[in-house]
Each structure stands twice: as C-alpha cells, then as structure tokens.
C-alpha cells in the first residue's frame, strides 16, 4: 500500500513538471506554461513584423495568464513592432535583444525589465508606465536607427522606478530627462556617451553610480538633490559644457574623476555637510588628508594643505592648473590626477614621503624637466605619455622597473639620467606601441653611472644614445644637523657624510660663521685656524683649532641663530666638488646648570657631549639622566 502510494506522488510530480515544460503556439507567438495558469511568451513566427501579446491565451481547453515575456523570446526577430498588455509583469533578459523593433507600447502592469531586454534596436519614444520599478543592465542600451545613429529622442520613465541598471539608456539620444523622485540609484555608466543637455534629479535619490554621465558632453548644468549620498567615480567626466557642481550635506562618498575634464569653475559644498571642506576653491576630505576635486577653469596655482596625505585620482585631469605645491607629508598620487592639465611646475623630489604615482599621472601635461622621488620604486604605466614639452627626466637609483607607456610620444626629450647602476627593468609589452619609449625622441642621451654603460645597451634602454657620467656628489648628512639646536658651549666641529667616497682638496678651508643672519657683519672664527680632514672615506670634518692644535669651542647666544658656510671644492671626487655646504643652528631653548648637589633624585647615567655613556661627570657639558626621569644638562 505504501509502495503504491509512493509511486502516484512520483507520476504527479512528474505530470507538474511536464506541465511546467509544454509549450504551444498560438498565433505567431509560442508560449511555455510556467504555473496552473500562466504562461510566458518564448518565441514569435520568424515571418511575424508586428505582434500584439493578448492579456490571456487558451490551449487545450484551459486559459492561461501571459504574466512574462521570456528570456531572449523575440532576439533576432523580424518584429519591428509590440503591443505588450497591462498582464504582462516581467520582461526578462534579452527579450527583444537585437530584433527589428522600433516601437513598443507597454500595458500598465510592467514591473521588471530585464538586463539587454531591448537593447540595440531602434525605438526613438519611450514612455513607461508608473508601474515599472526596476530597470535592468543595458536595458536600453545603444538604441540605434539603420544608420547606426543614436535615436532614442524621447523618454519618459514613469513615476515608479527605483532602480535604473547599469549602461540602461547608453547613447541616449535624448537632450533632456527626469529621473523620478521614486529613483535612489542610477546606475554605472547609465547615460554614458548620451546627447543630454538637461537633467532633472528628483529628492530621493542616493546615488550616482560610476560614470552615469560619462561623456556627456552636452550637459551644462547639473543640481544634485539633497538626499544623494554617493557619486561615483567619473560620475561626469569629459562633460565639457559642464560648469558648475554641488556637494549636498548627505555627501560622504565622492570617486576619482567625477568631474575631470569639464568646465566646471565652481565647486559648491553645502554648510552642512560634515564629509568635505574647501580650500581655495578646492574640496578636501574633512580632515584634509585627501585632495578630492579641484575645478577645471579658473585654477592655476595651489598650496596643498600641510595635512594632505594625498591627491585623488583625476583630481585635475584635464584643468587650467598651472603649477602645484606638494607639502613634505604626501604619500600618494592617483590615477591621471593632473592628466591632460596646464601643469608645468611641480616640486616631486621635495617631498620625501611619496612612495606612490599611479598611471597616467602626468601624461600629455607642459612639464618640461622633472627629477623623480626615489621611493616609488617604478616609473607607471603612461606617466608622461604624450608630455610633447618634456625635455629633461632624472630617474633616481630607487627606480627598478618601467612600464609600457610610460613616455610614449615625448617627442621632445633631450636628456633622461638614470642614476643607478643597474637599468631598471623594461617591463613586459605586447606590441612595439607599447613600449615605454615609442615615438620618443630616439636622439636624447641617456646618462647612466659611469660603468654601467653595457649593461643598459644590453635592453631596450639602447632604444637611446648611452653615455657614461660620474654619479654628482650629494650630502648625505651632517653633524650637527641642520636646523638643531646650538650648544651653549659648542664646538668648532662640523661632519659631513656624502653619497660616496671624497678626497680632500682644502686642507684649510675659509669657513664662515654667520650670527643672527647669514652674510652679515658679526661672524665668529677658532683661534688658530680651520681644518678639512676626513674621518672616513665618505666624511668630511671640518673643524677649528686653538693655538695648542685642539678643537676650540665658542659659548653661543640663547637668543641668536647660527649660520655654518662650508664653502665648495673642499672635497672632490670623481665627478667634481660639491656646492657649498650651509649648516643652520638654531638657539637652545634648553637650560644647562652647573654642577650641585641639590637634587634629590639620585643620578643613573650619564653621557658626554657625543652621547657615550661615562663612569663619571667630565669637565665641560654632561647630560645627565635623574631616577626621576629627569634629563638635565650640566655644565661641570
């Protein structure tokens, strides 16, 4: 009895699933039944032009719902025209994907449009009914007439969309639409290469999705409702008629390029919001870590802020910017941040910190001589691509890798010296216009370290004239440093460390020492006479004795800075001298006592003037550490 029970729940679960499989054809339409009562359509007689889907359909004595238009039902087809009933609720995917189709009448009952569901076809009117609330992916994508021009001229979307897909109305040919209040997201490259010149944006939208408006290029005018959160990355580049932009207070999140290459002259941000701040006419992140957007016209010098971390990409891609003040914190610059700007000043070997410059920051700008940061350790994809102005590259010895690109079409490049002695590597390329050098002045001269000419010919580095140079003499350090403090008693003794071994070529040199300014009246001098020796073969000591050969010291004023001049040639090596050498001390703020017993913290170490640890207070300066915690400084 159980094994017959089973075996009728087997057959009607069969009998379902056949039932969910019949198809039947009625008219020029196929059908497949989906439910008890409802069907969808699946295809359509190939010699069928026109069709108008019925609301019901009968067969085999039963009547069916046409609730659905089918997956890819009528691609291809021959329809040029379609009457879909208020029945209908979803349109899928593909469902007139590439057909012949120019007009289109919707029923009111259309909730959902599939991904592509009438792309590529050639309706110019498009008005939707208020029931429609999801748009899908490529909607109604590149709608095109038989001359492949865009031809979409009409649309109206209806009062109830909430979700408009991504490349939906791509090559939009309409100059105007409204984007319904009932709307919070439109979609990645949604309008993306459309005729639009006006766009109405209703409260209730939270997002613009990326480059919704991308090559707009018509757009002049664009208010951002109150309730948008997010725009996103190239939400309106390259529209060139594009003038001004708002930031409404519920902004927190705005992507690289969402207004490069336009004209917009004015960034306007709402008091209220608490996410962004201007600068200048510039937006930053609140707390100014980050540069955002800057405007294309109207711009042409700015300051970065000291707390700036770093530049956004596409932040002036494609502006009047002219020239640019990095501060000594910058970490980062972004993808084509001044791509295709004015920008032919800017200080990259000032900052010490930047570790990064992503593709195509500089490319196709008026640079004309650039030195390289060391800590990036690669030259970028297109960096300078098409920089037609610049002439002079120094790439330091902390570059090991270039990439495709990177000066394509820098066809006036004279010089490029590449300071390490190992050719930093060309990095793979397909084709030879990818290559980093295509259409470069093959003529420049490349200056490599002397000894290392072999082994760039050895690469596509030969693609220049290879000559050897000496690496130039560069200070490393010194001691004191520049910009500490002077000692109260300090000594005529000065270290300089330099990027490679010296020799001598002073023995005494005519050092000078400025008080309060350098070049003025009041200078100080040892007794006897300036010394150059070299404590190693990389560190100059240059110091001043008194009349016994010993090293003098003076007693400097609290209250007056000192200007230490080492003057050029006392050092040579295989390149030449150095330039001379100024070593800035500033007054001691910090207190020195003389020795007494006062205390009653008991001592715990002490150091002597250098910072080596001694057994016992030495005659002169002593810092000494207290069980207090205590550092004090006294003068024994």
């Not at 800035?584 to 001592?603: C, G």
């Amino acid at each position: 009895m159980k094994k017959n029970y089973f075996l009728t729940a087997v057959a009607a679960l069969l009998a379902i699933g056949m039932q969910a499989q019949t198809t039947f054809t009625s008219g020029q339409i196929t059908y497949t039944v989906t439910g008890e009562n409802t069907v969808e359509c699946s295809g359509v007689d190939n010699a069928a032009t026109s069709i108008e889907i019925p609301p019901t359909v009968e067969n085999d004595g039963v009547t069916y719902n046409v609730n659905a238009i089918g997956e890819a039902a009528f691609q291809w087809s021959n329809l040029t025209s379609a009457v879909i009933p208020g029945s209908v609720e979803t349109i899928k995917a593909k469902a007139f994907y590439y057909s012949d189709l120019t007009s289109v009448t919707f029923g009111d009952g259309v909730k959902y449009i599939g991904d592509y569901a009438f792309s590529g076809l050639g309706i110019s009117t498009l008005i939707l009914p208020n029931s429609v609330e999801w748009i899908g992916n490529s909607a109604f994508y590149n709608q095109h007439n038989s001359s492949y021009q865009p031809c979409l001229t009409q649309v109206d979307l209806g009062n109830g969309v909430k979700h408009i897909g991504n490349a939906a109305f791509y090559k939009l040919a309409a100059t105007s639409i409204e984007i319904p209040a009932s709307t919070e997201e439109i979609g990645a490259t949604c309008f993306l290469l459309s005729k639009l010149e006006t766009v109405t944006l209703n409260e209730g939208l939270k997002k613009i999705g990326d480059g919704a408006f991308n090559n707009c290029t018509a757009l002049s005018s664009i208010n951002l409702p109150s309730t948008l959160e997010e725009i996103g990355m190239e939400a309106f580049l390259n529209d060139k008629a594009l003038t001004a932009i708002n930031i409404p207070a519920g902004v927190t999140t705005i992507g690289e390029s969402a207004i490069a290459n336009t004209a917009v002259s004015t960034i306007t941000l709402d008091p209220a919001n608490t996410s962004f701040v201007m600068d200048n006419g510039v937006l930053y992140t609140a707390d100014k870590t980050l540069l955002q957007m800057a405007p294309m016209t109207g711009v042409s010098t700015h300051v970065v802020d000291e707390n700036c971390l770093g530049i956004v990409g596409g932040a002036f891609w494609g502006s009047e910017l002219q020239s640019i003040t990095l501060n000594n914190k910058l970490t980062a610059l972004g993808y084509a941040c001044f791509e295709s700007s004015n920008l032919s000043e800017i200080n990259l070997d000032g900052p010490e910190s930047i570790n990064f410059i992503d593709e195509q920051v500089f490319a196709d700008t008026k640079l004309t001589e650039v030195v390289l940061p060391s800590n990036p350790y690669y030259v970028n994809d297109g960096q300078f691509a098409s920089c037609t102005s610049l002439t002079s590259l120094t790439i330091p010895d902390g570059i090991t890798e270039i990439y495709p690109h990177a000066l394509n079409n820098c066809t006036a490049l004279q010089t490029i010296t590449c300071l390490s002695k190992v050719p930093p590597t060309i990095m793979d390329y397909y084709e030879d216009y990818d290559m980093p050098f295509y259409n470069s002045n093959e003529n420049a001269i490349l200056y490599v370290p002397k000894g290392s000419k072999s082994a760039y010919q050895a690469n596509e580095w030969s693609y220049y004239t290879i000559v050897e140079q000496a690496q130039p003499l560069e200070v490393v350090s010194t001691n004191p440093m520049t910009g500490s403090q002077a000692e109260t008693y300090q000594t005529y003794s000065f270290e300089v460390t330099f990027n490679q071994p010296v020799t001598v070529a002073l023995n005494t040199p005519d050092v000078k020492i400025y008080v309060g300014e350098i070049g003025g009246s009041e200078t100080l001098s040892p007794l006897d006479s300036w010394h150059a020796t070299l404590n190693n073969e990389t560190t100059l000591n240059v110091w001043g004795s008194d009349y016994d050969g010993y090293v003098d010291y003076f007693t400097s004023d609290k209250n007056k800075t000192y200007y230490v001049v080492i003057p050029a040639g006392v050092v040579t090596c295989e390149a030449g001298s150095n330039d001379e050498i100024i070593i800035i001390l500033n007054p001691d703020t910090t207190s020195i006592e003389t020795l007494s017993n006062n205390s009653t913290a008991t001592i715990e170490a002490i150091y002597n003037i250098n910072g080596q640890q001694v057994r016992e207070m030495q005659k002169g300066i002593n810092i000494v550490r207290y069980s207090d915690g205590t550092v004090k400084k006294i003068m024994k």
